[in-house]
């Protein structure tokens, strides 16, 4: 800090111990002299915006998520009856769900109890547009929304990383932390666009890494999504973060409704389409350049 002008405030200088909850309690009168101050283990740190604790939980910063969103859920649903729908699901958007995917990456492998706050709020958010009663069955107002559960919104921010990692398009350090899968010998899988997934010893520390977490994601997308879409040179960011979104979401729901057109964004509609039979459920996982 010294060497870029910087000055370290010693009263907010905050120490956290990561490991596991037996290890960590072993530590006993552990502390650190920064400047005339003594500072001791917290609970919990603040970083960026994310809460981290001792054991990576994650459980403070999913409370205060979803209280957040919560918030504003309660502050819409008082003026919801001078809003049309459209409005009520653009607001929704905006100040809900900009809340609950912001840093989402970090809470893989996360339980789903502990994720099940988060999933409240966007539950309630949905029956907020729709008007609905809370005995109202969720699902068919998040398919109609197109929204997608907080599990599958965190595997496509995973994804997404993956591809701007993989196209030169994120920091250095998490470039190097992806691998090209090379078979040792010449297979028909070689020219399949796969990654090495390394090994943990320890599955609730190692396995939710994002060297771990990304490429067993990426694995497990259709080979038509890989070797397709994503290996266009032309795609960007927006257009793989809708297919990615199209693929989740056929997915999870069974794939959208014949009466719900799928809105695109134009980069995406601008594209032509190509139906793979070797996809999932029939549906777009290849694209190409229109002719110029």
């Not at 000055?7 to 905050?14: A, F, G, M, R, S």
């Not at 005995?135 to 701007?164: A, G, N, Y």
């Not at 014949?258 to 509609?269: F, H, T």
């Amino acid at each position: 800090m010294a060497s870029n002008f910087l000055k370290l405030n010693d009263e907010k200088t905050e120490l956290l111990l990561i490991g596991h909850p037996k290890r960590v309690s072993k530590v006993q009168h552990f502390q650190l002299l920064i400047g005339e101050n003594t500072v001791k283990p917290s609970a919990c740190a603040r970083n960026l915006g994310v809460y981290f604790d001792s054991t990576l939980s994650f459980k403070t910063f999913i409370n205060q998520t979803a209280a957040s969103a919560m918030y504003h859920i309660r502050s819409l649903a008082a003026i919801s009856d001078h809003l049309p729908r459209d409005l009520t699901s653009r607001l929704c958007t905006s100040l809900v769900i900009s809340r609950l995917d912001y840093c989402n990456s970090v809470l893989s492998g996360v339980p789903k109890c502990s994720l099940r706050p988060l999933q409240l709020a966007l539950n309630m958010a949905a029956r907020l547009v729709f008007k609905a009663r809370k005995s109202c069955h969720v699902s068919p107002l998040l398919k109609q929304l197109k929204w997608l559960p907080i599990d599958q919104r965190i595997e496509e921010k995973i994804l997404t990383l993956v591809f701007k990692a993989r196209n030169g398009l994120c920091p250095s350090y998490l470039t190097d932390l992806l691998h090209d899968y090379v078979p040792v010998r010449a297979l028909r899988s070689s020219d399949t666009a796969t990654l090495t997934v390394p090994n943990f010893k320890l599955k609730t520390v190692g396995d939710r890494s994002f060297c771990s977490v990304g490429p067993k994601l990426w694995n497990s997308l259709p080979h038509s999504l890989r070797a397709g879409a994503l290996a266009c040179s032309d795609a960007t960011p927006g257009t793989v973060t809708s297919l990615l979104r199209l693929h989740l979401f056929a997915t999870h729901f069974g794939g959208p409704s014949s009466d719900q057109p799928l809105l695109l964004p134009p980069s995406v509609a601008s594209l032509v389409v190509e139906k793979r039979a070797d996809s999932p459920r029939g549906f777009v996982h290849a694209i190409k350049s229109p002719p110029r």
